[in-house]
């Protein structure tokens, strides 16, 4: 075998410009800790989600809206890049902003290749 694995994620198809915040949870003072920016380009899909729900007060921040019907509607998008955004961090958490919009990452996961290199990272966004 050459070793040599087929990128899953294209560069040439990531072409939204995001800035990623990521932090490694707050200080004493509430302020975040171990800010680390990056200017990458991704390949970015977001969908409107849907659920019913009778509270209205959902206190994580995220921008949702309730209807007449109490329906729960907000976005979520998934960006994705070639390769490992931060191979130095075990754990990525904080902020994206993509278009003047800020999204929180709700979970992160990295895709490996079977010699267990990282062959594309995929954030998904709230």
Partial sequence: MSGRWPRLVRPELCRTPVTVTLTDGETVDGAPDGV???????RLDDEPQESISP???FGDGARRSINAE???QWRQGTA???GDIAPDRDVLAGSVEIGGKSWRIRSA???RNPDGSVNYTRLTLV
């Fill in 36 to 42: 680390l920016v990056l200017s990458l380009m991704c």
């Fill in 55 to 57: 509270n209205r007060d």
């Fill in 70 to 72: 109490r329906v729960v």
């Fill in 80 to 82: 994705l890049f070639d």
């Fill in 109 to 111: 996961m990295r895709g």
